[in-house]
Structures are given as C-alpha cells and as structure tokens.
C-alpha cells in the first residue's frame, strides 16, 4: 500500500539540497504567495484548509494566526516547535533529515501572512545531525535569495534562525519553549497572555510545529478544497504517523488523518511479529490515554474519532504492545518518564509524578496493596487540569488511564505479590 | 581558567541573532562542552555569566535544569541508551546490561581512564530504529543488540588510539 506524500520526497529520496527541492517544485509557492497574494488572503486559506497543528494539541493554524494584534507592531516573531520529544514521536526528525526546504518555504510564507520579522526554529539538542542539515538549507536558502533583506524582490525583510535546546521534555510545551529560547529554565508560563500577544521577548509571536509549518506551502499550491478533501472532516490533510514497539516494520508512514488504525498496524506496519496478539496501542506519544486491542481495531487516526475513543490524536505516535506484555510496566516505563521531566515549578505535578512512579515500582516488586490502586486514581485526578501547563495531565493520563482500562492486570500485580507476565513482558 | 578567545568570538558571532544576550545561554554552553571534553568546568562560569550580562546563579540553574549539560566530567564517548518505552519494549534493558558488563559501571558513572561513561535517556526521537543508542552527538543508525557492545566498545577504544598517536 503506497503512502500520500506531501510533505516528504517519495521513498529513498532526499531534497535536502535547494536544487532537488526546486527541481520538484519546492519554492514555486513562495513566489505565487508574496507576488500573488495579500498576506490576510493567505491566512484566510490556511484557517479555510481546516489545517490543525501536529505538535499535539490540534489547535486550527488559521485561527492561532489570528489571534495576533492588529495594529501593526513590531517585530513579531515565529518560534517553529522542533522539539520533538513525546515517546513515540519521531516525524519531524523526517522533515529536517530529508526536506528542510518545505519548512523554510511553510514559514517563509507564514511570515509573509503575519507580517513576521524572525523565526526561530527551537530544535532539540539531540537532533545534531538535523541541526546541521536544516543549517544547510538555511545558508542555501539566504544564498538564493528567500531569506535576507528584500526577499523576491518584495519590501518583506526575514530571517530564520535555528537554536539548539539541551535535553528537556518540558520545552516543546509552547511557553516553555519561549523560556528555553531567551535562555532560562523551560519552565512554562501562565496564560493569559497567550503567546500571539506576549511571546519571545514579550513581542506578538505564533508558535506551531514543524509538521504544521511544512503543510503551508502545498495548501498555498493547490488551495484549501483539495486539502479539505484529503483526510476527513475536522481532520484535513496527511500527517506523518510514527509506528514503534511490537510490530514487523517500525517506522514512519505519511497517510491521510482518518486512515484506520488496525490500517496503519497490521498493512503498514506488517502487522505484530510471529502472529501474537495485538493487546494495547498508545495512539499518540505516551501523553494519550492507551487504547485497548479491542478499541484500536475499531478507531481511525483522526481528532474527533480518538476522542470518542476516549484518547487524542497528539502527535500520531503509535506505540503497539502485544500479548506478552505488562501493562503496569509500561505504566511504570511513563511514570517515570513524566517524574523526570516535570519541571519542578507545580506542586501537583513535582509531587505527583513523584508518588504515581513509586506506586508503580511498588506494584511491580510485588508490595502493592489493593489501596495503592485508589491511591494511584487519586493522584490522577488530584493532578488532572491542576496545573500549569498540560505535562501534569498527560502524566495523569498515562497512569490513570492504564489502569482503568487494564484493571484485572493491576489487581493481579497486587494478589500475586508480583508480576503475573515476567516470564514474557519485555523489561524496564 | 578563562574562556579561550576562539570560544568567546564563537559565541560572540550568536549576539545578532537575539535582541538580548542571555538568548544565547544554551548555544553557548554547547560550544564550551564542545571544547571542553563535553562537560562545563566550574571555573568558566563566571566569565561566562560576564559575557553574557547575567548572574551567574542563572548560568548554573540552567545547567542543573538540562540533562544534556553536565556539570561533572563525562567520558570522552558518552554513551546514551534510551529506556522509555518504544526502546524498552525492544530491548533497551538488555543493551543497558551489556554496557554494564562490558565496561563495569552503572548508569550515570565514568570508566577510570575517562573513556567511557554510561546514561540512560529519554526518547530520542528515533523509535523507529529501537532500541537507540547516541555516542556523544551521534545517534546509531539501526537498531542496537546487547551482543553489539562489545565490538563498539572495542573499535571506540581503537580509535581512542588512533587519534592520540596522530596528535
């Protein structure tokens, strides 16, 4: 089954060079945007596209447009979220490794459509080698004349520059990222101010995804309807899914929003090796509400199915889990990730991710107890929308929701004075 | 011990691009473990906080705050394994344990001659290709087996040597 690339070069191929991205078309969109349209056409089309950001939350790019003032102050800012660190994620490392150019063109054009002075491209340190290959499309790119002063010629001056984070989950979450890139802790904001009105440096800035950004220069080409009618309604467009875990050809796969799960699991990824059982699906990085084997065969990878399914969309990170595998580990394996990375400034979640890790480790050495069990609902929801910004949650989810949905399993831990699945279960 | 004048131009050359100094705190910090053997010695700190008009309190939170700056020695191939959970579930644990055996250190530890040093990470963005090993900035390409350890270690060590007689 072939996959719908918009925004990667087809299979074996990379654009990383100006020349092999221009020879396919890359920056023909540009031109038509600054010498054909006004910058409120654009926004209107790209709101019109129904196009909703990939870095996790689905907010409509459009409407986040919007939002920043009208009067004309400067300069304003893009902050482009390459922080790419939800467990289960790994799309954007695509885009940077094999077509930089059609995030540079995505936010060339957005910068036309909100009067934007700067993008910075806040990239997570340990992508060194897409650090350095983004680097390279940007040099090419000023060289050629899409970035600088005067940019085809129009009166638009704009710059991008990439800036390398240093290892923290907590700053691909929108304001702190903003901390991060004025050189602070990533500890995240308060809101409001939302960042199209305060941002970087307190100026008007729009922060979207690097997937999101990269999406632009296509809708701009061939309009909003032809984007509209890719995916399903209220989810437009492909977006790149990453598969990992239990399954025959791990990867990522560029599909339309909508496509079936059981779709992405069993065809593209070739289904769960030695013909076991499908038994869980983490359907979009470890922040999302696991799914059971039995809701994932039935659900479609788009917004509005995942939340009837009682989970999100997030990044479109599928994380596959067969039959041989514990459930209260996996549980443990993202508690303890959530207790790492919580920044420390919320009590609700330094002290949370705290206790929901060691109940866990309790559970799986065998000391749990059936009140260890309320006790770890009781910290989800003593966590759950207490906080700043949404870490706390999604670490309330990844427990909470494990264990609702695989009760049996965590009784077991707990009458069996261990680990029922050891003989099988990988290990933490 | 001050920062060396290639150091200070290199980060120098990152002010224009930020309306504020502090901007360039963590650039700056990679280019010192850059030069440094990849860790940030004490005594650059306060030069550092000077060159970047700040106190030096907030230089020294920001590397606390950062699990890629390290405020104590690493070894000269820092090896990163990813435990989170697309890597656990194929075999990240087992890679930690041959590392373990291989060069006798837990996580977090260093090996006598500072060649090697042992962390356990967070997703890597690479689940893909799990399990995931990173060398220094390196990431490894396919998917890492415990039985690979011992060659890595060994061809690391060789060109240690190599490097050390050409220098």
Redesign the interface.
Known sequence: MAELRLLLPPVGQNWSRIADYRANGGYAAAAKALREMKPAEIVELVKESGLRGRGGAGFVAGIKWNFLPKDGRRPRYIACNADESEPGTFKDRQILELNPHKLIEGLLIAAWANSIDAAYVYMRGEYRGPFENLNAAVAEAYAAGYLGKNVLGTDMDFDIYVHRGAGAYICGEETGLLESLEGRKGQPRKRPPFPAISGLWRRPTIVNNVETMSHVPHIVTNGAEWFKRIGVEKSTGTTIFGVSGDVVRPGTYELPLGTPLRELIFDYAGGIPEGRALKAVVPGGVSMPVLTAEQAMQVTMDHQALIAAGSMLGTGGVVVLDERQCMVRAALVIARFFRHESCGQCTQCREGTGWLHRLMVSLEAGTGTPSDLEAIDEVARFMDGHTICALADAAAWGSGWFLRRFRQEFEAHVSHHGCPLAGTSFEV | MPLSPKLTQRICAEFP????K??????A??FVQDECGGWVPNDVIPELAHL?E?PVI?VL??IS?????HAEPVGRYHLQVC????C????A??VVRAFERVLDLRPGERTADGMFSLAE??????????PVL?VN???HEEGFKPADADGLVARLRAAAATSRKKS
Not at chain 2, 17 to 20: A, G, L, N, S, T
Not at chain 2, 22 to 27: C, E, F, G, Y
Not at chain 2, 83 to 86: G, V
């Open positions: 691009k930020y309306p504020e502090r901007a360039v705190l963590l650039t910090l990679h970047l700040i907030d939170e920001v705050f950062y699990s890629m700056f435990t989170n959970l697309p656990c579930l194929r075999g644990r087992g990470v967070e997703c890597l963005g690479s689940c893909g290709t799990a990173q900035n390196r990431r």
